[in-house]
């Protein structure tokens, strides 16, 4: 029987163990792993895996780990979308296929650094020393039942410190809530609409009147105008202004607020 795109299930012929059952069919009864740390889940087990982490996730917004996991155990239809919106697109094509990651181990740090202020390499690192932050905490996938799917989800994770950048957004609640509208208009998943929907509980007064009336509106107006954000090689982007970055994928300036 044919089997969902990167599924691969063992033959009859494959050497048993002494119980007769394979060391893959003891993970998961008769398919392989799908790549490094892949944990494979039936429907069931992904509906408890949302609902858990969901609730995890809302009590604790700075617990990454569950919302790593309400992302990939609720993804199942916004990743196919995001997959897709990158293989009609030369530059988002290219990046399926070089699989590029961006981690401490790839990238130059001191060459960006020592790039001019204004610069999408020299914000991104500005970005990461002003927030205490590291592209190394992003989780990898595991729960995602295709292995090209898993590095769609993996490459959103990883940009989604650009998307700070981009926006002007620090990592504080009121900065997290914004980019999570931004995002969820853009990539539509289910993780992103929870945060953005949710996220704002634990705002004061004051800056739920900013989000409602400049924010909110703002990064939604930036999310339908923009292109899928998946679509560009920040890697080979570094010395680009971001100003001038902005205006190609289609994001209005920051609304002059304080965040």
Known sequence: PLLPAGRACLSHAEPRGRDGRSGEEEEEEGC???YPGHIPTSPLQKALLAAGSAFMALY???RHDMVAVLGETTGCLALPNLRDKMKHHPEGYRILQERPRIRLSTLDMARLQGLPDGSLG??????LEDNKVSPDTRMPPKFVDDEELA???QRYREVHDLMHTLLGMPTNMLGEVVV???EAIQTGLPMCVLGAAFGPIRLSARKLR??????????????????????FYY???WE????????????FPPPAVQV
């Open 151 to 153: 590095y769609v989800i």
């Open 235 to 237: 890697e080979q982007r």
């Open 240 to 251: 680009q202004p971001v100003a001038c970055l902005r205006e190609e994928i289609g994001i």
């Open 180 to 182: 999570k509208w931004f």
């Open 60 to 62: 604790d917004p700075y």
């Open 32 to 34: 392989y792993q799908l």
């Open 122 to 127: 020299r914000e991104y690192v500005r970005f």
């Open 210 to 231: 900013v989000l409602a009336t400049e924010l909110v509106p703002w990064a939604i107006r930036s999310g339908r105008n923009a292109s899928c954000i998946l679509n």
